[in-house]
């Protein structure tokens, strides 16, 4: 096929889909219906594979029908599903715009050691036992992280200042949203990875989907033996070079009239521009690989660099402080663990599967799921966790659980999540109001949804909280409430695994109808 | 203003809000009733919510002995909690409805519905069913889930809570309607008419950490009263409140209470859920603090059987 009719439809593709997976993850109303980004999520490479190695099923297998696409088609995954890959696209065409002049693709060399290194190095990890690096890397994680940390804070500030302004006319269909306060470290990891793969694409195309991603990585590897894919017809060719020159991911080796197919994520900007007509895209039998020159050390050595530092950063990072106290407290909450959020089944499943995306942190109407820093030690840091000093989990809520594209939280039901004990309640008898001041507060037992914590009497009239972990299902709504500072009176120590809580009794309540007012 | 002057005042008003309606044949049901006495307090059993608030009102001299003509109205339910009406977590929204109805058939030029909640105020006014009522009616609903709808104000009648961060909504209404439902609260044994209005401001961990009952007492000295209080007795939470487990909290009482007397009204409402007033510490802490009458069997009660 020459026709540019195959540019058009992918950029259309494309464009669609990256809308729809950029407003999933800004949708602070919930908008948008489920199963518009729903199909989108499922041909998600890394969070379907992660999704199938947890439930083998049809509805996590998006990532083998990725993989039978990329055998037929070639890496057109890399340039209509993955919506970093589509980010990129848009950054490198604005960095042709700016820099036309002295900007001009070419035939490159492919860093063919570094490329499958990391592609290694991120297997031997997911074998040693950790996702951390295959979420790193993953370009879905990415995106998901770059748009929940940075897209999603700059909607909600246009947003509060539209509902400002609609306010003073009295109008509240627009409605100030409340920022989720996430603690500084964690913009380190998102800047970086969106500083680099910006970078990258403004002035080299696709360098980061062809040289660090491992999921382009491993579709190269298949695309090498995909049947159909882009091929230059020698007999027409005038070697012009005017394919190379428009051809993102370098793979273009004109002069040998050679198309390096592992590196080509089809996007058929080369077929239009042909003045010869002789690039088409089709279906070809394989022919002799050819391999590339040496690596080009300098670039080497940045990457590299680059990602060394990714690396060494977490190290170096620490947790913020609490906030300074009106009245304090003064014994501190003895946690054990920290809560991961329901459908994570255990925090080993949830460390196990979870890429970081940010979805569920993005999706939560309560900001009570907020990245890590080393809750879950080194390796876990960016997977979410509850915090219930920013916010409660709502006893009627699941949407963490059915956003979630890799598994690393599985579907509840709203009546099973009801009974699932994420964590569990403790009270400090030292801390409380009650206790200290001699008068009745009663906060957490207000906001309890199962009445673990119930007010019992003390001394006169005065009521104190009492636990019950039987029928605690570890929401944190208790712990949120609690007025003591800095250290609760009442916290949620997690579950390492999630248990099931017992049904609240309903006992029959005994009261006569009342005939007459009793005054 | 005194209460007493208030009644004097009102019912001359009602007077001529009910001739003014007789004239032009307007539904009787809405009309007031002319020669209505001067009731401290109207209690109605037996009905659903808007047709015992229909009664109840009228008994008052109709809802335009409360609100005027090109009036804002704000009204103040309980829709603190994601719980489904039947759960009786917040007020009815059929009594909402209603009361909207009747503010809106007297001239209120606005009608605005808004609850501090504790759960996500998104999903508590939709899940409460309050927010499609209200906005059926006819009135406004808002939120009021940021600081900076809330302004600084003094209370100088207070012992602890002398300065509260009250909602806007309720400092330049002309009308301020408070529509509580009878609970039982884990921690002040009682919500009704005073625990209410803990939803009016912005920093209740303060009234929490800082004893709570004397916080409530103090509020309810505030100078922006309710101009009329309305407890929902037809479903009544008796356990396991405010938020309440199950449906099996609550049972089915079909009553309604009316006063501009939060204090007369808290105590009736504690005899409704088989309570002494003194149990319930921040009712004789109100009471010293001269809100209202606590000597209910003094009062001018009328009582509506449906």
């Known amino acids: 096929m020459r026709s540019s009719f195959l540019r058009t439809a992918r950029i259309v593709l494309a464009v669609m889909i990256f809308i729809i997976i950029t407003l999933s993850f800004i949708d602070f109303r919930h908008i948008i219906p489920d199963k518009w980004f729903n199909f989108i999520l499922y041909f998600q490479v890394v969070p379907s594979l992660m999704n199938f190695i947890n439930v083998p099923a049809l509805a996590s297998a998006g990532f083998i029908f990725v993989l039978a696409l990329t055998l037929t088609t070639g890496r057109s995954y890399c340039s209509i599903l993955c919506p970093l890959g589509i980010y990129q696209d848009i950054v490198s065409r604005i960095g042709g715009k700016f820099r036309r002049k002295f900007r ?87 800047v970086l990875l969106l500083a680099l793969v910006t970078w990258l694409s403004f002035t080299k195309g696709r360098l980061y989907c062809n040289t660090v991603c491992p999921v382009g990585t491993l579709l190269g590897l298949i695309s090498k033996v995909s049947l159909f894919r882009i091929r230059i017809d020698e007999s027409s060719c005038t070697h012009c070079g005017l394919c190379a020159a428009n051809c993102k991911a370098s793979c273009i080796d004109f002069k040998n009239e050679n198309v390096d197919l592992s590196r080509c994520v089809a996007c058929f900007n080369c077929i239009p521009v042909c003045p010869d007509r ?13 391999t590339g020159d040496e690596p080009d050390q300098d670039k080497r050595g940045f990457i590299s660099g680059m990602l060394a530092l990714l690396a060494f950063l977490p190290r170096s990072m620490k947790a913020q402080d609490a906030p300074v106290p009106k009245k304090e407290s003064t014994v501190p909450e003895k946690r054990t663990s920290p809560v991961c959020p329901p459908g994570g089944v255990s925090i080993k499943h949830f460390n196990d599967y979870c890429t970081a995306c940010s979805l569920c942190v993005s999706a939560c109407p309560n900001n009570v799921i907020i990245p890590s820093i080393k809750e879950y030690g080194i390796a876990g840091i960016m997977q979410p966790r509850m915090d219930y000093h920013k916010g409660f989990c709502n006893f009627e809520c699941i949407r963490c659980t ?64 009492e636990v019950n972990n039987e029928i605690c299902v570890g929401c944190g709504a208790c712990e949120y409430a609690c007025p003591t500072k800095p250290f609760k009176a009442i916290f949620v120590d997690g579950n390492p695994v999630h248990q099931d809580a017992k049904k609240p009794e309903e006992e029959e309540l005994k009261v006569q109808e009342l005939e007459e007012f009793p005054f | ?25 307007y539904n009787k049901l809405w009309a007031s009733t002319p020669g209505a006495q001067a009731y401290d307090m109207v209690a109605v059993m037996g009905g659903e919510p808007d047709a015992m608030f229909d009664k109840g009102i009228s008994a008052l001299g109709g809802i335009t002995n409360f609100v005027k003509k090109g009036q804002t109205v704000v009204i103040k339910p309980n829709i603190g909690w994601d719980r489904s009406p039947e759960m009786a977590a917040n007020t009815n929204p059929l009594l909402i409805k209603r009361i909207v109805e009747h503010c809106i058939r007297a001239g209120a030029d606005r009608v605005y519905v808004f609850d501090h909640t504790c759960h996500n105020w998104v999903k508590s006014y939709k899940n409460s069913g309050i927010e499609k009522a209200a906005k059926d009616a006819g009135a406004k609903i808002v939120p009021a889930d940021t600081e900076k709808y809330y302004q600084e104000v003094d209370i100088p009648g207070a012992s602890i809570l002398k300065k509260a961060k009250v909602h806007e909504l309720i400092l330049e209404s002309d009308v301020f309607i408070n529509v509580p439902v009878l609970k039982h609260h884990s921690s002040t044994k009682m919500t009704a008419t005073m625990k209410n209005l803990m939803g009016n401001v912005w920093d209740r961990g303060f009234w929490h950490s800082n004893n709570l009952h004397q916080c409530i007492a103090d509020y309810a000295t505030f100078e922006k009263k309710p101009t009329l209080n309305i407890i929902d007795c037809y479903r009544v939470m008796m356990r396991n409140g405010p938020q309440g487990v199950s449906v099996s909290d609550s049972v089915e009482m079909k009553a309604q209470i009316i006063s501009t007397d939060m204090l007369a009204a808290d105590t009736a409402a504690a005899s409704m859920i088989k309570m002494t007033p003194e149990q319930i510490d921040y009712i004789p802490l109100a009471s010293k603090k001269g809100i209202g009458r606590m000597d209910i069997e003094n009062l001018n009660i009328h009582k509506i059987k449906m």
């Open chain 1, 104 to 190: 001009k693709f070419r035939f490159g060399k492919e860093y063919v050691i570094l490329r499958y290194v990391i592609l290694t190095v991120t297997l031997v990890v997911i074998l040693a036992g950790s996702v951390f690096l295959l979420g790193l890397l993953d370009p879905y994680s990415i995106f998901g992280r770059s748009a929940t940390y940075f897209l999603q804070p700059v909607v909600l500030m246009i947003n509060n200042l539209v509902a400002a302004v609609l306010s003073l006319f009295d109008n509240y269909a627009i409605f100030k949203v409340d920022l989720v306060r996430i603690p500084l470290v964690v913009y380190i990891l998102p």
């Open chain 1, 278 to 290: 002789a690039i088409s895209y089709g279906f070809k039998k394989p022919g002799p690989l050819k």
């Open chain 1, 402 to 465: 059915e956003v979630c594209p890799s598994g690393a939280l599985l579907p509840l039901a709203l009546e099973a999540k009801k009974l699932t004990q994420i964590g569990k309640v403790n009270f400090i008898k030292e801390n409380c109001i009650v206790e200290t001041e001699k008068t009745d507060c009663g906060a957490c037992s207000e906001h309890c949804p199962t009445k673990a914590v119930q007010m019992v009497p003390y001394i006169g009239n005065l009521v104190i909280p």
């Open chain 2, 1 to 25: 203003m005194k209460r007493r002057d208030f009644f004097v005042k009102s019912l001359g008003a009602g007077f001529a809000a009910g001739a003014a309606f007789s004239l032009g044949g």
